[in-house]
Nanobody
């Protein structure tokens, strides 16, 4: 089994910064993609940003230039640095990992979610 534990959510003023982290633990052979998704009230869950084991990143247009995703492969941890936060960034942020728990097994895992609130 694999667990994703998120930390760093909270309240930030518009224009401010906040950092999220997510550590994966458990039976892990390798992790392919790690990333962050978010879900605002009344809306569907949407991609924020992802990063591969090789460091390639992908992010939503709405956060480009403001949010930075990074990853520490040795610690199985992914980070999201949120700068120039906007009220529309308010959502529950979920960590995601595409994991090989065994060499020939593959499964998606999700964190429990952490609330980010940006006040105007």
């Amino acid at each position: 089994q694999v667990q994703l534990v998120e930390s760093g959510g909270g309240l930030v003023q518009a224009g401010g910064s906040l950092g999220l982290s997510c550590a994966a633990s458990g039976t892990i052979f390798s992790i392919n993609v790690m990333g962050w998704y978010r879900q605002a009230p009344g809306k569907q869950r949407e991609l924020v940003a992802t990063v591969t084991s090789g460091g390639s990143t992908n992010s939503a247009d709405s956060v480009k230039g403001r949010f930075t995703i990074s990853r520490d492969n040795a610690k199985n941890t992914v980070y999201l640095q949120m700068d120039s936060a906007k009220p529309e960034d308010t959502a529950v942020y979920y960590c995601y990992a595409d994991v090989n728990p065994l060499p020939l097994a593959r499964r998606d895992y999700w964190g429990q979610g952490t609330q980010v609130t940006v006040s105007s």
